[in-house]
């Protein structure tokens, strides 16, 4: 009920955003210097079989972004100050399913919070940029435009790299210093920031705590990747990542280590493009050290048609699976092989700021836990975009 009223509330809200949206667009003349985007995500989410426990929830996620132009606010060129505010309501469907990867990628505790607050400056005809605040590392890193329909949240980074908690959704993010770079077709990024984000002892709200037991969070990606609008060549993005993470990490009462580290690779290409058509596959492949994580392997990969229905341009259709593999070290403590999980969803546009999507999960041994039955999981979004 909490979670319906919440979602309620947030409606009322979006729906007075839009109208002020609408109201500002009618005056095309004046160029503000600030950007507003709220979205809002509600769910139902029915664990139909197997799992922790069978049942249905609501949950869903409200965004709203601030984005304030330098240049147009009279200053200088190519800067951008950012404060992206987050907010979960609802109950969290992993505990219904007990899976580790997350059949849903907008869970997290009920909390309101400013999740990114950063200064952004764009350098060399935008060829450099440089970020200085509170990121989430998925922004940019690990991300492939094919996956992004897919709910799972292995889709949205692999959970050889979400299981060391860097700076990702649902907490609030680390203080970070990020450099970018894209010219002919190649791109190289790198971040640095605090590893432990947020205060653990105190997950909700907006928390900073830097502590000297934190560590520090590194990670670069090298790739190749073309302009997806540009006919001439077939869109492509092929990146190499490598992570380090300091922060100490106890295995047991006597056996404390540090410096863990992992390497991944990601890959996505269109196959063909039709004049409402838009087809493409996408891959995953990580690796975590195997003597310091639950999860060693992951793999990934999915296939995505961007207008599957004549006339339906701007609808999509997206399968894909996830398998995070165990390490040597958590199987020893009793746990299956892998987690894997398989997806087919559908997300149709119903008018021009509406979404409607069901989706369907099939997750074989949830948790690597042999004691719990495989699960088959719906669920059916709507998202409303500002």
């Known amino acids: 009920m909490k979670g319906k009223l919440s979602f309620f509330v947030i409606f009322g809200i979006s729906l007075s955003l839009n109208s002020a949206a609408l109201s500002q667009e009618s005056n095309e003349q004046i160029e503000s210097p600030l950007l507003l985007e709220a979205s809002i995500f509600e769910q139902m989410v029915s664990n139909l079989h197997g799992g922790q426990k069978e049942g249905t929830l609501a949950s869903g996620e409200f965004d709203l972004v601030l984005t304030l132009d330098t240049e147009k606010s009279g200053l200088w060129e190519g800067g951008s100050l950012v404060t992206y505010f987050l907010g979960y309501f609802g109950e969290q469907p992993s505990k219904y399913v007990g899976d580790m990867q997350g059949t849903s990628n907008i869970e997290g505790e009920e909390t309101f919070r400013v999740f990114e607050a950063y200064y952004e400056q764009s350098l060399y005809a935008e060829q450099l940029t440089a970020l200085i605040g509170l990121r989430d590392v998925n922004a940019e890193f690990s991300v492939l435009e094919y ?5 799972n949240g292995s889709f949205g980074i692999g959970y050889d790299i979400s299981q060391v908690t860097p700076s ?4 609030t993010t680390a203080p970070a210093l990020e450099l970018r770079w894209k010219a002919d077709g190649i791109y190289a990024q790198g971040i640095i920031q605090d590893g432990t984000p947020g205060d653990p002892n105190h997950s909700r709200g907006t928390r900073v705590k830097l502590g000297s037991d934190d560590g520090i969070y590194y990670a670069t990606e090298l790739g190749l990747v073309n302009d997806p609008e ?3 060549s077939p869109y492509r993005k092929y990146g190499l990542g490598y992570w380090y993470h300091t922060k100490p990490l106890e295995l047991s009462d006597e056996q404390t280590i540090h410096n863990n580290w992992g390497v991944y690779f990601i890959g996505e290409r269109r196959l063909c493009q039709f004049e409402e058509q838009d087809v493409g596959i996408f891959v995953q492949i990580g690796y975590a050290d195997d003597e310091r994580n639950a999860v060693s392997n992951y793999y990934g990969g ?3 048609i961007f207008g599957p229905i ?13 398998t995070a593999k165990l390490s040597s070290m958590a199987r020893s403590s009793g746990f ?3 987690e894997t999980s398989y997806e087919l969803t559908y997300k149709a546009k119903l008018l021009d700021f509406l979404y409607l999507q069901p989706d369907l999960q099939y997750v074989v041994n949830p948790g690597a836990d042999p004691l719990l039955d495989d ?11 500002i």
Request: aromatic letters at 12%; charged letters at 20%.
């Open 310 to 322: 004549s006339g339906r341009s701007e609808d999509t259709l997206s399968l894909g699976f996830a």
């Open 375 to 385: 699960a088959w999981v719906f669920t059916l979004r709507m998202e409303m975009i």
């Open 168 to 171: 990702l959704t649902p907490d």
């Open 147 to 151: 996956a992004q329909t897919l709910f």
């Open 302 to 304: 999915g296939l995505t």
């Open 230 to 232: 540009n006919n001439e």
């Open 336 to 338: 299956d092989y892998a």
